[in-house]
Structure formats: structure tokens, C-alpha cells
């Protein structure tokens, strides 16, 4: 069986309270032998690493973009003092998920645009001083994005992952360039998605990783359309064991086999999140 990692789920959403350890389970069955729990503020850091720790999976600490409005500046010393305390934990990966989302209208205007862009900046800054990867959001915001990597780049360059990369061709090849993977979940089994499809088929293969974002951004068979709500049908609910189909996607885009891809975008994980190496060792 492929043996996959995936490279974002939030694990400690509330959707997963009922079932948790046999969803977990569900995924481990499906040959999904890691995954990566970003926080997405100071609130979770401790779940996202108990869980981590319950698991056998990794974490990563950080503050999302869309949670910048009712972060505290004071947030951002928390994180550097949890990063500092984690150094040791083997199962802390990366900083993240942090970056800028201007798909929010509200997030594009002042005050909220630059403090987005603050709260990215100096999280940029902590990964640096603790040598960690970062996991980015990348959603309406690549130039940018890339305009602060570029600005604030460690001695050796930058590891990571762009979650959810829908950007441009030339994008991705600049990500690329500053030795980040582009992560690809459920939003490419669509056919209308022409251009995600389109870089998922024509990227280099050291370039893709693999990734839920359980259980946000449920692959095609799972979603419910608006009318389909509006008449009682319930949205199909998105986890880890979802991945290995929609991999299955990928690995038909490309032409490939699917043990292929998944032996690849493991190593592409692994290069992405160094700290990987230990984990799936053990």
C-alpha cells in the first residue's frame, strides 16, 4: 500500500470531537502514516501538540492570517516563547500556518491589511531565529508573500510549504526558487479547476506535496453545492483518509503511478519539513 503524509489537517477542529481517534485511525488504515497539525493561533497552540503527541503526528505553531483581527500584539512573544520552550520537541516541525489572505474583502482594507502583513512579517522573523520551516496561506496573496520572503531570507535559504498553492505558473516558480513545495489537496479533484489541475500535471515532481486541510476544502464527491443544502443534503465532512483518493487525482493528471507520487511527495515532505526524518524513522 503507497504510504502518504499529510502535510496540513487541523486535527483539533471541532467537527472531529465525536469521532477522533477513529477517524485517525481511518486514515492510518488508508496508508496516511503522518500528519502535520498547524495552530492557527495562541488558543491552540497545546492541542495541536497534544494531539501531535497522541497521534504519532507532527505540529507547527504559528498565527493565521484570518485570525489577525482578534489576535494580541502580546500574541506574538507567546509564540516566541512556546517556540523556545518546544525546541527540543522532535514532533514540532514548523512555524505556521502564518501568510496573508486578500480573498476576505475585509482583509485587503487598512487597518487589517497591514496588520496582516505584520503579524506575517514578524512570524517570518521567528522562524529565522529558531531555524524552523514555515507553512504559508497562500490565498490572493503570493506576490506579496514572496516580496517578504525575499526580503527576510535566513542565511541558507527557506524551507516550507505553500498550503493550498493556487497561483500562477511563474508564482509557483518562484516559490519554487526559495526552496519551498507546494501543497495540493481536495480543490484539484474539480474539473472546472482547470489551472490548479494544469499545475498539479505540469509542475516538476520534487515541486508537489500532498494535503487535506481536513476539514476544510473537501474534494469533489464530498461537496454540496448551495441548492443541494438549501434542500437538505448535508456536506460530506473532509479528513485524512480522504487523501489517498484524492492523491489517486494527482497521480492521474500527471500520467503517473500512484505509488509513484506517493513516494515522491513523501520525499518532498520530508525535504520541506526536515524534522520529518526523525518522525517516520521511528
Known sequence: MPVWIDTHCHLDAGDFDADRVA???RATAGGVAHCVLPAVGVFNFATVRQLAH????SYALGIHPLLVRQAQDGDLALLDAELALRKSDPRLVAVGEIG?????????QS????RQEYFYREQLLLARKHGLPVILHV????DRLLKHLRELAPEGGWRGIGHAFNGSSQQAGEFLKLGFKLGFGGAVTFEPALQLRRLAAELPLEALVMETDSPDIPPQWLYTTAAGRERG???GRNEPAELPRIAAVVAQLRGMAVHDLAVATTANALAALPALKGLLAC
Open 23 to 25: 477517524m485517525r485511525a
Open 54 to 57: 497522541e497521534f504519532g503526528d
Open 100 to 108: 496573508l489572505d486578500y480573498f476576505v474583502p475585509e482583509l485587503t
Open 111 to 114: 487597518p487589517l491589511r497591514e
Open 139 to 142: 490565498r490572493r496573496s503570493a
Open 233 to 235: 443534503q448535508a456536506q
